[in-house]
């Protein structure tokens, strides 16, 4: 299987991506939904096509602050069905909304989204599936697979022998300090 890394390696939008976020720990709601919401709109699509509406992505949904995109209601989501410079899917925006509210409500008991997945962690991917569907919308294997990499919660976002690898190593990202009894 190949990794990221050799897609990304001089490309000039999955490069900056892959060199600067991908893997590394996330601790900030706003950028966790915002990766939820990435993978959402990843769903059937090209990773490169979301990159490049990143931008507008977040404008439209207001820099992902999970308390500003809980309270979008109809005329939002009229609003982002209009906006070209996203992708314009009815199912992922509500999807996207609905999240924002159950981190809204994580925060009761967790503090935070980092908290929720810290409380959950180590967990092998099917059980992160599980957990994920449980507590969010649109969450299959594959967006929650790249959420729980591209955060730092499971291994596979850099192959060893990249740099990048190195550097993520030494941030000590949650799969690294814990893995699940009988390991990865």
């Known amino acids: 299987m190949p990794f990221y890394c050799d897609i990304a390696r001089g490309h000039p939008v999955h490069g900056p991506h892959h060199d600067r976020e991908y893997g590394r720990p996330v601790s900030r709601d706003d950028v966790l939904l915002e990766r939820i919401a990435m993978e959402i709109m990843q769903a059937g699509l090209s990773w490169l096509l979301v990159l490049n509406k990143r931008v507008a992505m977040q404008a439209a949904f207001r820099g992902f602050d999970p308390d500003v995109v809980a309270c979008f209601g109809a005329r939002d989501v009229n609003r982002l069905l209009k906006d ?13 909304i609905e999240n924002a509210r159950r981190v809204c409500n994580l925060r009761a008991e967790y503090g935070s989204i980092k908290g929720f997945l810290d409380a959950h962690h180590p967990l092998r991917l099917p059980d992160w599936v599980k957990t994920m ?3 969010f919308v649109f969450m299959g294997p594959e967006v929650v697979n790249e959420f729980m990499m591209s955060t730092g919660y499971l291994p596979g976002a850099h192959a060893e022998t990249c740099p990048k690898y190195r550097v993520i190593s030494r941030l000590r990202p949650a799969w690294m300090r814990a893995a699940p009894p009988g390991g990865w």
């Open 84 to 96: 070209e410079g996203i992708i314009r899917n009815r199912r992922k925006i509500e999807a996207i």
């Open 133 to 135: 569907k449980k507590t």
